[in-house]
C-alpha cells in the first residue's frame, strides 16, 4: 500500500497581501483625522468668532476689556465676558448681546471685581 504525501507543510500560514494592510491604514487615517476634527470644533456654534482684544487691570477692583465678536449678519448672538483670578475663579460676569442686523461688534466693557483680577475674556457665545 502507498500513500502519498503533499509537500506542503500542514501548519501553512495564510500570506497577507501588502494591499489589505494599506487599506486597513488609509482607514484608521481616515477616522481619526474625523474624529480630530469633530473634537477640535465641539462646543463651538458655527459662524461665531468671539475674541479678547486686550484686558487693562486698572486697580484692585476694576477690570476694562475690550473684545470682538464676528457673526453672521442676521443672528442676534448673546455672549459672556467675565474677570478671573489667579486660579481662574470667575469674580465678575457680564452678559453681552450682539444685534441681527451687524456682522459683528467690537466693545469696550469694565467690570467691577471684589478683588484684584488677574484677566479678563469674552466667552460662550451662542445664536439667541
Do not use: W
Not at 462646543?43 to 482684544?53: A, D, F, L, N, Y
Amino acid at each position: 500500500m502507498t500513500t502519498s504525501v503533499s509537500d506542503a507543510p500542514a501548519s501553512a500560514e495564510p500570506k497577507r497581501g501588502r494591499l489589505g494592510l494599506v487599506l486597513i491604514g488609509v482607514l484608521a487615517a481616515v477616522t481619526a483625522g474625523g474624529f480630530g476634527i469633530l473634537a477640535a470644533h465641539t462646543g463651538q456654534t458655527p459662524g461665531i468668532v468671539p475674541q479678547t482684544i486686550t484686558y487693562d487691570v486698572r486697580d484692585d477692583t476694576t477690570v476694562e476689556i475690550s473684545y470682538s465678536v464676528a457673526k453672521p449678519k442676521g443672528d442676534e448672538v448673546h455672549c459672556k465676558i467675565d474677570a478671573y483670578d489667579v486660579n481662574f475663579v470667575v469674580l465678575a460676569e457680564k452678559a453681552v448681546t450682539v444685534p441681527a442686523g451687524t456682522s459683528g461688534a467690537t466693545r469696550s466693557d469694565t467690570l467691577r471685581t471684589p478683588r484684584r483680577a488677574t484677566g479678563a475674556r469674552v466667552k460662550e457665545c451662542r445664536k439667541a
